[in-house]
């Protein structure tokens, strides 16, 4: 069957569905400001037993990142992030869950087959491109102070 670009287009928005943009927004907006206020929730009390600001900031990284991959193995955070769409990709717990997340499907295949190789089948793009476009940085920055 041939078909042209518009008769595609018709088809295509035909079967597609409309996205509540703006209730989308909304809910990515609260969940994700909900995450944050719960890191800073964790930030005090931790600075509330005793603990300093740099080291209340570190165990507060380490308690949301478990919190999320806690939340992955549950099934619980895939289901807020249909709710909640891109407000749960705060970068801390949505990396977590995006390292976790094919870590715990793929666990049956072994440990270097399943667990190593797959946990970062989503993390890995970013995790290379993030370090070489800071090595890059660096090097321009380095060059620039060297000038």
């Known amino acids: 069957m041939q078909m042209t670009n518009q008769e595609y287009d018709l088809l295509v ?3 597609s ?3 509540p943009v703006l209730k989308d927004c909304v809910l990515a907006f609260l969940t ?8 800073q929730g964790f ?8 603990m300093s600001e740099d080291d209340a900031g570190t ?6 990142i478990l919190v999320g991959v806690v939340l992955t193995f549950l099934g619980v955070y ?3 992030a249909k709710y909640a769409g891109a407000g749960t990709l705060v970068p801390i717990t949505g990396f977590a869950n995006s390292i976790s997340a094919p870590a ?13 190789v797959k946990m970062f089948v989503i993390a890995g793009p ?3 491109y993030g370090i070489s476009s800071s090595v890059v940085c660096g090097i321009i920055l380095w060059l620039v102070g060297n000038a």
Do not use: P, R, W
């Open 13 to 15: 928005q035909k079967h």
């Open 17 to 19: 569905h409309k996205s």
């Open 32 to 39: 994700g400001g909900a995450v944050c206020a719960l890191g």
């Open 43 to 50: 930030l005090n009390l931790y600075k509330n037993l005793g």
């Open 59 to 64: 165990v507060v990284s380490v308690t949301l």
């Open 78 to 80: 895939d289901n807020l």
């Open 104 to 116: 715990i499907e793929f666990k049956s295949e072994g440990l270097v087959c399943g667990l190593g």
């Open 126 to 128: 970013v995790l290379v």
